[in-house]
């Protein structure tokens, strides 16, 4: 079955310091991957997306995520976290083109301490 | 300005009152979708629109109705509503194609008690 997989319900880190949300997935094929966020009472808003070529996509607000293919994973990451990207992170996987499916992980809440 | 705009944003209802959320984009997608937010669950696509008057289900349809009778309207209908239905809904749009990424309302929390 395809899946994905959000392992951390709550990550913490202190303001500076570098962020992993980890998502790895399980989808035949070539998968479209995708990372959203979502601030309290707002949609889900697009970050960044992988749809081929290079393994190291850039995205909003300093975001960056790596798809690595052999495990499976694509890391969301931020060089240095701020306060403000205190929120919840949703990991999505489209198992290819033309597909009406979008596969969300379960969502990991991302806590910046000043 | 591009958006997609869900109506009511809040509403407590009782079980068996038939309810109806509108959702309306303004982006001229083909495809549309809405989703139930569980926690824990993550998002669950209950019902998706690839273009006018062509719906299907998604993951967790039962309960739940759909109509795409044009372009920029996707109305979720709960005929009989019940308290399982208690949720945050979210209605999505996009260009048709898997790769593109979705625009999403801002939520409708429903109650039913």
């Known amino acids: 079955a395809q899946s994905v997989a959000q392992p951390e319900d709550q990550v913490n880190v202190a303001e500076g310091n570098p962020l992993t949300v980890k998502c790895t997935y399980s989808v035949s094929g070539n998968p479209y991957l995708f990372w959203y966020v979502q601030y309290p009472n707002r949609g889900l808003q697009f970050l960044l997306k992988y749809i081929t070529g290079d393994n190291l996509v850039k995205g909003s607000y300093g975001f960056e995520a790596e798809f690595n293919k052999s495990q499976t994973s694509f890391h969301l990451k931020k060089p240095s976290a701020l306060v403000s990207d205190s929120a919840l992170y949703f990991c999505?996987?489209?198992?290819?083109?033309?597909?009406?499916?979008?596969?969300f992980g379960t969502g990991t809440r991302l806590q910046v301490f000043p | 300005e591009a958006q997609v705009t869900q109506n009511p944003r809040y509403l407590i209802t009782v079980t068996g009152k038939k309810l109806t959320v509108t959702c309306s984009q303004n982006m001229n997608h083909e495809y549309m979708s809405w989703y139930r937010q569980d926690p824990g669950l993550g998002l669950r696509q209950i019902y998706y629109s690839m273009n006018v008057e062509v719906t299907d289900k998604g993951d967790v349809p039962e309960g739940y109705k759909v109509s795409r009778k044009e372009k920029r309207n996707f109305p979720l209908i709960l005929e009989s509503p019940s308290p399982n239905q208690t949720s945050l809904y979210f209605c999505a749009s996009s260009l048709w194609e898997g790769y593109q990424p979705q625009h999403f309302g801002d939520g409708t929390r429903l109650s039913i008690l």
């Open positions: 999505a996987v489209s198992p290819g083109y033309n597909t009406d499916k979008l596969i």
